[in-house]
């Protein structure tokens, strides 16, 4: 199935600092990216989503970005707050299958 | 409350001893699927299906069965588990194809196979 790498695999940043997580991927039929999110003890929930025929998406303090040429997409989180803290997944489309990237554990620190 | 619910959460057995994970959504989605969580591997899909009766594998199917008799409800079953089964296992739906919908997940199941 398609590649997917995420990174980093681990962040740290004080409260109302920007973080942001890379994701990469191969297959270049893929049009559908969105992030997820997944907190202690719960499923992941989608958070923001992405289509190629767009190169940004806004959400209040996130924000996903996506360049089809470079084949790359990233997640941006603006004024972190210690509730932003979780494992971040990102993911694109192959086929019939979505593939995941192995996450991002964010941590914000007060 | 539209969700998706799994059970048991938490489950503890040995090898060789059959198991059913049960999961139902209450969105009338198409859509449902299985997958296992393992630390530094992400998500991977188990198996999928997109209605009543269509099942079909994903990345990790070996070990693992599924059935879809009802729309709401997609049971995994592990007929004869083994360690390396051990792991997090999340149900989801969608109202479409998961490569271009939002996937719903449930709360997650934790495996131990001894």
């Known amino acids: 199935g398609e590649n997917v790498e995420q990174h980093p695999s681990t962040l740290s940043v004080q409260e109302g600092d920007s973080a942001v997580i890379k994701c990469t991927y191969s297959?270049?039929?893929?049009?559908?990216f969105p992030w997820y999110k997944q907190e202690l003890g719960k499923g992941p929930q989608l958070i923001i989503d992405i289509r190629s025929n767009v190169g940004e998406k806004k959400d209040q303090r996130i924000a996903v970005t996506l360049n089809k040429t470079a084949k790359h997409f990233s997640l941006h989180i603006t004024e972190t707050q210690p509730e932003d803290s979780a494992v971040y997944f990102c993911?694109?489309?192959?086929?019939?299958?979505?593939?995941f990237g192995k996450g991002t554990s964010l941590l914000v620190t007060p | 409350e539209a969700q998706v619910t799994q059970n048991p959460r938490y489950l503890i057995t040995v090898t060789g001893k059959k198991l059913t994970v049960t999961c139902s959504q209450n969105m009338n989605h198409e859509y449902m699927s299985w997958y296992r969580q393992d630390p530094g591997l992400g998500l991977r899909q188990i198996y999928y299906?997109?209605?009543?009766?269509?099942?079909d594998k994903g990345d990790v199917p070996e070990g693992y069965k599924v059935s879809r008799k009802e729309k709401r409800n997609f049971p995994l079953i592990l007929e004869s588990p083994s360690p390396n089964q051990t792991s997090l296992y999340f149900c989801a739906s969608s109202v479409g194809l998961a490569n271009n919908y939002e996937q719903y997940f449930g709360p997650g199941t934790r495996l131990t196979v001894t």
């Open positions: 993911a694109a489309n192959s086929g019939y299958a979505l593939n």
């Open positions: 299906s997109m209605n009543v009766e269509v099942t």
């Open positions: 297959d270049s039929a893929s049009n559908y």
